[in-house]
């Protein structure tokens, strides 16, 4: 099975600074990678899919970069809204896995 | 408009079963690949079941043997049949739909809570 290594597991910044959590996976997936962001109490949000693509209606501060083992998901300026847990997940070979979560708070 | 509804959760002894029911509207679940997604509480998402297109199924393996995926086509249904339920099963479950057939989970219900306990 696919494991996916997240980090950091939690980190605190300062509105407008820019945020980068990065994802690694422990074998090849090509870009089938996905970001999604989930806030207390509620369902997760898919943000980005095939690690760089942009979901509809996701404001542009979201990025995602990278291709085979290592992924990168920034916040270009933080926001107070953007408070949540962030997860990666990966769908090669017909199964999906997700990362452990990076708690993003505000300094 | 997309909609998830699960429903079904409840609190159920250890050994006990329990049949969660994932309710879909805005498009047909047996066109997508469908999958259930676990959380448990003040922890990370745990991918648990996927249901595709064809009807073939796949489990993680902490659950393989005791959950089962189906879905109800004339009523646009998922389920997850689960058994030999365990405390480490309590947890919030999701149901979210597959974008066609890639695993890229872009619709999420609200979610059920499952608590094992005696």
């Known amino acids: 099975d696919i494991q996916m290594t997240q980090s950091p597991s939690s980190l605190s910044a300062s509105v407008g600074d820019r945020v980068t959590i990065t994802c690694q996976a422990s074998q090849d997936i090509n870009n089938y990678l996905n970001w999604y962001q989930q806030k207390p109490g509620k369902a997760p949000n898919l943000l980005i899919y095939?690690?760089?693509n942009l979901e509809t209606g996701v404001p542009s501060r979201f990025s995602g970069s990278g291709s085979g083992t290592d992924f990168t998901f920034t916040i270009s300026s933080l926001q107070p809204e953007d408070i949540a847990t962030y997860y990666c997940q990966q769908y090669d070979n017909l199964l999906l896995t997700f990362g452990g979560g990076t708690k993003v708070e505000i300094k | 408009e997309v909609q998830l509804v699960e429903s079904g959760g409840g609190l159920i002894q250890p050994g006990g079963s329990l049949r969660l029911s994932c309710a879909a509207s805005g498009f047909t679940v047996s066109d997508n690949y469908m999958s259930w997604v676990r959380q448990a509480p003040g922890k990370g998402l745990e991918w648990v079941s996927v249901?595709?297109?064809?009807?073939?199924?796949n489990y993680a393996d902490s659950v393989k043997g005791r959950f089962t995926i189906s879905r109800d086509n004339s009523k646009n249904t998922l389920y997850l049949q689960m058994s030999s339920l365990r405390a480490e099963d309590t947890a919030v479950y999701y149901c979210?739909?597959?974008?066609?057939?890639?695993?890229?989970?872009?619709?999420w219900g609200q979610g059920t809570l499952v608590t094992v306990s005696s």
């Open positions: 095939d690690a760089s």
């Open positions: 249901i595709y297109s064809g009807g073939s199924t």
């Open positions: 979210a739909r597959a974008f066609g057939d890639i695993l890229t989970l872009s619709y």
